[in-house]
């Protein structure tokens, strides 16, 4: 059980387009997903939390109009990078945390954006 | 000073060897502490989940938190080459879902 389904696995995009990514907790029900962003040979960086039927709450410098969360439902949250262009190439990393208790966040499988 | 540190490594050790991971922090008011692994272009993997102080053991691995010194372990028994990973601490408070990760450590065990 626990598993988290992040879709696409790859993107490859022109710079000005933009790109959205799915996460989707398949097993469970997840009021609270979160969205990071990991460098070569970093650790993640969390860019957002994402909360069911409300806005997202962003870390401070991520900009909001550059990356759009919407979490319509209790299985399901998308990121959609607007404007793409080059810098934003990185590897985004989607996870949930189940509804059913603890502090335990399981996470996707992660989606390699390259903007040429 | 970060308040998650971890020895980047990488750390290289035998096939059979018993490895030490290990984590400080400065927060005292972190409660969670997880393990997670992580294969190259992959997302982390839950390894152990420990709530407070204590020992925690599921198959090969050890999970120890020591709350009075600031400190997590993580033991890896009989290592294989398929345990070669970057391995994330990671910690939470009361109160809040969001982690502090620490750097992650980057082992390889040879053959």
């Known amino acids: 059980g626990a598993v988290v389904s992040q879709h696409p696995s790859r993107v490859i995009c022109k710079s000005g387009t933009s790109v959205k990514i799915e996460c989707r907790s398949l097993?469970?029900?997840?009021?609270?997903m979160f969205w990071y962003r990991q460098f070569p040979k970093q650790s993640l960086m969390l860019m957002a939390t994402?909360?069911?039927?409300?806005?997202?709450?962003?870390e401070q410098g991520v900009e909001k109009d550059k990356f759009l969360i919407n979490h319509a439902s209790l299985t399901l949250s998308t990121l959609t990078v607007t404007s793409a262009h080059p810098e934003d190439s990185s590897f985004y990393i989607c996870?949930?945390?189940?509804?059913?208790?603890?502090?335990?966040?399981?996470f996707g499988a992660g989606t390699r954006l390259s903007v040429l | 000073q970060k308040e998650v540190e971890q020895d980047p490594g990488p750390l290289s050790v035998p096939e059979g060897a018993i490895v030490s991971l290990n984590c400080t922090y400065s927060?005292?008011?972190?409660?969670?502490f997880m393990w997670y692994r992580q294969y190259s272009r992959k997302g982390p993997e839950l390894l152990m989940y420990?709530?407070?102080?204590g020992n925690k053991e599921d198959g090969r691995f050890t999970a120890q938190v020591d709350k009075s010194s600031k400190y997590i372990s993580l033991f890896i028994r009989d290592s294989q080459p398929s345990d070669s990973a970057t391995y994330l601490c990671?910690?939470?408070?009361?109160?809040?879902?969001?982690?502090?990760f620490g750097t992650g450590t980057r082992l390889k065990v040879l053959a």
């Open positions: 996870s949930a945390r189940p509804n059913r208790g603890g502090n335990i966040q399981y």
């Open positions: 097993d469970f029900q997840a009021t609270t």
């Open positions: 994402s909360n069911e039927g409300s806005k997202a709450t962003y």
């Open positions: 927060n005292s008011a972190f409660q969670y």
């Open positions: 420990t709530y407070s102080s």
């Open positions: 990671a910690m939470s408070g009361s109160g809040t879902y969001k982690y502090i």
